[in-house]
């Protein structure tokens, strides 16, 4: 099946299930732990936006006073918007294929299989802070814009909850999802 016919019926899907607005709890929009009996079309399309990135931004738990504002996926780049109760765009996690890390240094990982670099942006009450991933065919780059005196907990606190899920596992979903008659990637012509 062509990977536009692979579009169109995630497309289609996505349409079906009312998810025009992406607002929401993150654990249930962007699950780490694919479901069984249900495809993650969100997950599938940011897959299929950057298609040499080996895994995609997840959520590995669910976070009281955390929310998914927006999710846009398009050729090249997906955007997820987070906001917290205080923080009207709290956190903005970017997947493409390359990005320009600036004056960003490289620290400890805590995500495995990546290598994670880290700008301070601090002036007061605010935090600004920037963070890359680069793994295999992508990088994730958050930007985070948080206030007050329990923004570095907070950031802790999203930066544990946020995962990556490979693509081998959600192609292994589309595969069981669809009966195997579709294909997160196309197959390349020999």
């Known amino acids: 099946m062509s990977r536009v016919a692979v579009l169109v019926a995630v497309a289609a899907a996505v349409l079906a299930a009312g998810c025009s607005s992406a607002v929401g709890n993150p654990l249930r929009i962007l699950p780490c732990t694919p479901s069984n009996d249900q495809l993650d079309n969100r997950m599938v399309l940011m897959a299929q936006s950057v298609p040499t990135a080996s895994a995609v931004p997840c959520m590995r738990a669910e976070l009281d006073d955390w929310f998914l504002d927006d999710l846009d996926s398009w050729d090249g ?106 294909r997160l990637d196309p197959e390349r012509p020999r």
């Open 77 to 182: 780049r997906t955007r997820i918007e987070f906001s917290r109760l205080i923080d009207q765009v709290a956190l903005t996690i970017e997947l493409t294929r390359t990005c320009d890390r600036g004056g960003a240094s490289e620290t400890a990982t805590d995500q495995p299989g990546t290598r994670r670099f880290d700008e301070r942006i601090r002036t007061g009450s605010s935090y600004r802070d920037r963070r890359f991933y680069l793994l295999p065919g992508a990088c994730v780059a958050y930007e985070f814009r948080l206030t007050g005196a329990a923004a570095e907990a907070a950031v802790e606190e999203i930066s544990r909850a946020v995962g990556l899920v490979s693509r081998d596992q959600l192609a292994d979903q589309v595969r069981r999802y669809s009966g195997g008659r579709l």
